[in-house]
Structure formats: structure tokens, C-alpha cells
């Protein structure tokens, strides 16, 4: 080990300065390491710092080039950012290093757990969630944690829509309460099916879906705003309720009645649907079981 600072000091053989003279032929005795002979004491408690110094102030030159040689295989290992001039092959191979897969495929995502089951998880989100991660030259780890806070906050943003839709449901549906009645009057009903015939008529086709989009309509088929649901009701009343079901002018046919043979579930189904006034008419008439009359219209 050799000592840190003080080594070969000019003033240590020369009797004139002080000293005993006994330096020969230039040399000095060793003078040992202290803060006040060093040229740069801070380095000198850095070297203490890192265990490089012993406690008589000897240099350690083994764990110096030790410490070296780590040195020089961390800055080996280390990966350079290219600049604006860089080709854009050496750009590429410098992200690639940091984890890019070079390819939309490379990237495997999944629904995150905790998702709510109310929240649907969209597989066509998720290719061009892939695709935009690409593009952007992100490492596989950055991108599946962004894409699992994305789809988290979508939850959220999901399940604070549908609270605010069931909120302003309630509201619609006390406000028609007080317009057509208590639900399950003859009046609340009536309404209520003029609405749905208007609605679902081939003549307004999509609006129901219109309506849902805009969240005037809950998926459930409940109205959020009470003034939609009462101007479909003055458009469904003065519709025509005698439109032929499944037969011919002459001998229009009830798509409910067994015992006559013209039983069609599909066009008692659409019946049920559109017309649930209709229908409950026509169910009657073909002999239903009052309960199961009782029934349409309720959802």
C-alpha cells in the first residue's frame, strides 16, 4: 500500500527549511496522510468514505482497483441516448435495449384484476392500445402499466356514468309519476306503452339506440329525461293500433292464438315489443292466462 498524501515533501531533507537532513539524493522520508497536507481534503474524506484509505492513512490500492473495475463494467453496460443525428437504426436498437419489442404482437395485455364486472373489457381497444404503444417506442413494462391505468380510470369513469344515469332515472320517473299516475295504474300504463310504441315503430328505427347512446335511456329501457319520455307518448297515442300482424287485409290473423293455428312467436314477440297494448288485446282475445297477459309490457 502506498500513503495518500505528503509522499517525497521538499522541505523534509532540507535542513535550511527546517528539517534534519537526512533526505539523500532527493529522497524523503514518508510522511503520513492528513487532511492539512492534502491537496484537496474533501477528496481525501471521499477515499475514507468509500474504505479505500486504512487507519494509518495508507492508500488500498486493491479496493481502488476494484472499485475501478466495477466501475468500468457498470459504464460498459451502460446504454448511450443517440442524438437528433442518429440513424434511425441505432435509434431503434437503443430502445429495443430498454425493453421496445419492435412489434405491435410483442406486447400481451390482459384485464387487469379488481376490474369491475359491470365494465366491459374492448380486445378492439386493446390492439390499438398495442399499436399506439408501439409507435411511441415503449418498453413493455411502461406499456402495461399504462395500459392498466387506463382501463382502471375507464372503469371509474365507467361506473361514475352509470350512477349518474340510475340518479337522473329516479328523478324522470318521479316526475312521470306525478304527470301519469302511480306505476301500475291504467293510466301509468297506458302511457307507458304509447311511449314504447312510438319508440320502437319501424318509422323512428334507431332512435331507441340513439337514445341510449345519448343516455336519455338507461340500458334498461328507463328513461332519464321525463320530457322525452312524454313527447313519445303523445306520438305513440296518435299512432295507428290496427296494423295487420302476420296475415293479409282481408283476414288479418292473431299472432297469439293457438286453437286457431296462427299462433307466430316471433311476431308476438316484436308485438310484445313495440305494441304492449296491442299485444295484451290480442293475448286476451287468443285465451292467455291473465297473469301471463299481466306480464307484457313490464320489461
Same mark, same amino acid.
Given at each position: 500500500? #502506498?500513503?495518500?498524501? +505528503?509522499? &517525497?515533501? %521538499?522541505? %523534509? ?12 539524493? &532527493? ?10 497536507? $492534502? ?11 468509500? +474504505? ?27 446504454? $448511450? ?11 431503434? %436498437? ?19 384484476? +379488481? ?39 375507464? =372503469?371509474?369513469?365507467? #361506473? ?8 337522473? %332515472?329516479? =328523478?324522470?320517473?318521479?316526475? @312521470? ?6 306505476q301500475g295504474t291504467p293510466e301509468y300504463t297506458k302511457q307507458k306503452d304509447a311511449a314504447i310504441r312510438a319508440l320502437r315503430s ?11 347512446? =345519448? ?15 312524454? @313527447? ?5 297515442? #296518435? ?7 302476420? +296475415? ?6 292473431n299472432p297469439f292464438d293457438k286453437k286457431a293455428g296462427t299462433f307466430d312467436a ?17 293475448? #286476451? ?15
Amino acid at each position: 500500500m #502506498t500513503e495518500l498524501t +505528503g509522499v &517525497g515533501s %521538499a522541505e %523534509a531533507g532540507n535542513p535550511a527549511a527546517g528539517g534534519n537532513g537526512a533526505g539523500v539524493e &532527493g529522497s524523503a522520508p514518508a510522511a503520513a496522510a492528513t487532511d492539512n497536507r $492534502s491537496a484537496d481534503a474533501g477528496n481525501l474524506d471521499w477515499a475514507k468514505s468509500k +474504505g479505500w484509505v486504512t487507519t494509518d492513512g495508507q492508500l488500498d490500492t486493491a479496493k481502488l482497483a476494484e472499485g475501478y473495475t466495477s466501475l468500468e463494467k457498470r459504464l460498459g453496460s451502460m446504454v $448511450s441516448l443517440p442524438d437528433d443525428k442518429a440513424a434511425p437504426e441505432e435509434r431503434d %436498437a437503443f430502445f429495443k435495449k430498454l425493453g421496445w419489442p419492435g412489434d405491435p404482437k410483442g406486447y400481451e395485455f390482459a384485464r387487469p384484476e +379488481g376490474l369491475p364486472e359491470n365494465v366491459s373489457y374492448d380486445e378492439g381497444m386493446v390492439e390499438r392500445f398495442k399499436t399506439w404503444a408501439n409507435e411511441a417506442k415503449l418498453p413493455k413494462a411502461a406499456a402495461q402499466a399504462l395500459h392498466d391505468q387506463y382501463v382502471k380510470q375507464f =372503469a371509474e369513469d365507467v #361506473t361514475a356514468y352509470e350512477a349518474e344515469l340510475v340518479t337522473k %332515472a329516479k =328523478a324522470a320517473h318521479e316526475t @312521470l309519476v306525478k304527470d301519469w299516475g302511480q306505476q301500475g295504474t291504467p293510466e301509468y300504463t297506458k302511457q307507458k306503452d304509447a311511449a314504447i310504441r312510438a319508440l320502437r315503430s319501424p318509422a323512428y328505427a334507431g332512435l331507441e339506440a340513439e337514445l341510449k347512446t =345519448a343516455g336519455l335511456l338507461t340500458k334498461e329501457g328507463i328513461y332519464t329525461s321525463p320530457a322525452i319520455a312524454k @313527447l313519445l307518448a303523445q306520438v305513440g297515442s #296518435t299512432m295507428q293500433n290496427d296494423a295487420l300482424i302476420g +296475415g293479409n287485409a282481408n283476414a288479418p290473423a292473431n299472432p297469439f292464438d293457438k286453437k286457431a293455428g296462427t299462433f307466430d312467436a316471433a311476431a308476438s314477440a316484436n308485438l310484445i315489443r313495440t305494441d304492449p297494448d296491442r299485444a295484451r288485446k290480442l293475448a #286476451t282475445a287468443a285465451g292467455w292466462h291473465p297473469e301471463a297477459i299481466a306480464k307484457i309490457g313490464q320489461s
